[in-house]
């Protein structure tokens, strides 16, 4: 079907109205290689860690503009701190391409994981304080939750601290939301629950703790273990609860 002129003109202006988040995407991208820079002057980084950061970070900022509301234009002060947090998660999967820079450099790194952990908790107090929660920003802050959380599990895995099982942990959620393809009861929405921040907070630390250099892989697996046997837990309560509640409207 042929667009019509008056089909273009919404569109071009939706476009217009989002150019601001693209200008602050694109100052990100500059906060990115600001960064990248950084760590090639003082720990040596590889030529090639410039690339393969942007390329996660261009990857994430797409996925922000194909699900940009067409009502909102600029981030707003949350989604500004979570798209900082985005940019250290980018900075950590990108140093995977290189698992020699980041066995050097482990420490440095953990360091860069504990910074986007401790921004999880401000981004939203700033939502709180400046009016400006929004669906969007949950959303935003919940995706990249779950990519940190995969992107953590990869780094064992690639600095030899633990086995391919470790993925379980991070693929947990994203095997959820596609078994809500298959059982639309599974996509309802959950009430807010403290076990499930607390266990969501525990898995990340966890994580955090496997991969600082000082703890042993046996260690590091028990640790990441519990985690696992308290997030397989917390999704089992959830879909019980999803299920009991199956013939109420999604």
């Not at 109205?17 to 090639?40: F, I, M, N, R, S």
Request: with cysteine; proline share 4%.
């Amino acid at each position: 079907m042929r667009d019509t002129p008056r089909d273009v003109t919404p569109r071009r202006a939706t476009w217009v109205h989002g150019l601001p988040a693209v200008l602050e995407l694109l100052l990100g991208l500059c906060l990115t290689g600001l960064l990248v820079e950084t760590l090639q002057w003082h720990l040596a980084a590889p030529r090639g860690l410039g690339w393969s950061v942007g390329g996660v970070y261009l990857g994430m900022a797409l996925i922000i503009l194909w699900a940009w509301p067409a009502a909102r234009r600029w981030l707003g002060w949350a989604n500004r701190v979570t798209l900082l947090r985005a940019v250290l998660i980018a900075l950590l999967a990108g140093s995977m391409a290189f698992p020699a820079f980041m066995e050097r450099h482990v420490f440095e790194m953990t360091w860069v994981a504990l910074l986007a952990l401790c921004l999880d908790g401000i981004d939203g107090w700033v939502a709180r304080h400046t009016h400006s929660a929004s669906d969007f920003g949950a959303r935003f802050d919940m995706e990249l939750d779950a990519f940190f959380i995969m992107v953590l599990c990869c780094a064992l895995i690639v600095l030899d601290k633990l086995g391919g099982w470790v993925l379980v942990v991070g693929a947990l959620r994203y095997t959820f939301v596609a078994a809500g393809h298959a059982w639309p009861w599974l996509r309802r929405e959950l009430p807010s629950s403290l076990r499930r921040k607390a266990v969501c907070v525990w898995q990340v630390v966890s994580l955090l703790v496997a991969l600082l250099p000082w703890v042993p892989s046996f260690w590091a697996a028990l640790c990441v273990g519990v985690a696992l046997a308290l997030l397989i837990y917390s999704f089992a309560r959830d879909v019980v609860w999803l299920y009991r509640h199956r013939r109420m409207r999604v």
